[in-house]
């Protein structure tokens, strides 16, 4: 059974710093792995995909990178803003074609202090 | 393009009673999904359709949990009877290849 880990659980950073996000999952026969952010009473908005075949995805500010032997994902936030603060998400598929079902882990709670 | 719709946002409710959420997905997405989110965690997959068919609904609570999805398009999603440890944020979401996209969800409190 796929088990999706995030570290660290809560994150604080001042405005404008650099940060990284990690994503550890446990079965590595996977086909992509989605970002997501998620704010305060609202559903989920996806950041980024990344299929099995790539080494990373690159949008604006964030960049994400999977290194599928080792199980993990990195999201990279470059200059965070306090607009960045929210709870971040990363989710596997099972291995099995066709299938969309995700596996979340339990996100990072991250808050830009301005 | 219109994003996925959820109603009620917010609902109330004493254990034992009943309760209905809706979902109305983007439309032309052939897959939808129910999750539940408790707080602090990750959502959880209660149930997968593929069109009006059921894909996967290995972890709904059927001794509960129903849902449907009429005609291939919305779906509702129902607790029957509540129980505390139902309290939590129920998502839906719609997909057309792999990215999902998910409504703003209906947060449930059972008392």
């Known amino acids: 059974k796929q088990e999706v880990t995030q570290i660290p659980a809560a994150l604080s950073v001042p405005e404008g710093e650099n940060l990284v996000l990690n994503c550890s999952f446990t079965?590595?026969?996977?086909?992509?792995l989605q970002w997501f952010r998620q704010d305060p009473g609202k559903g989920l908005t996806s950041l980024l995909l990344?299929?099995?075949?790539?080494r990373e995805q690159t949008s604006g500010r964030l960049n994400a990178s999977l290194d599928k032997s080792s199980g993990r994902s990195t999201l990279y936030i470059a200059a965070s803003q306090p607009g960045d603060s929210a709870t971040y998400l990363c989710a596997v598929p099972p291995p099995r074609a066709g299938s969309y079902q995700l596996t979340f882990g339990k996100g990072t709670k991250l808050s830009v202090i301005p | 393009e219109a994003g996925v719709a959820q109603s009620p946002r917010y609902k109330i409710i004493e254990k034992r009673q009943s309760v209905a959420f809706w979902c109305n997905p983007i439309s032309g997405h052939a897959t939808l999904y129910w999750y539940q989110q408790i707080l602090g965690q990750g959502p959880k997959l209660l149930i997968q359709f593929q069109n009006n068919g059921v894909v996967d609904d290995s972890q709904l609570p059927k001794d509960r949990f129903s849902a449907e999805r009429l005609k291939g398009v919305d779906s509702t999603l129902k607790i029957q009877p509540a129980k505390l440890e139902d309290s939590a944020v129920y998502l839906c979401?719609?997909?057309?290849?792999?990215?999902?996209?998910f409504g703003p969800g209906t947060r449930l409190t059972v008392l």
């Open positions: 979401a719609s997909s057309s290849v792999d990215t999902q996209y």
């Open positions: 990344i299929q099995s075949s790539q």
């Open positions: 079965d590595s026969a996977i086909y992509n």
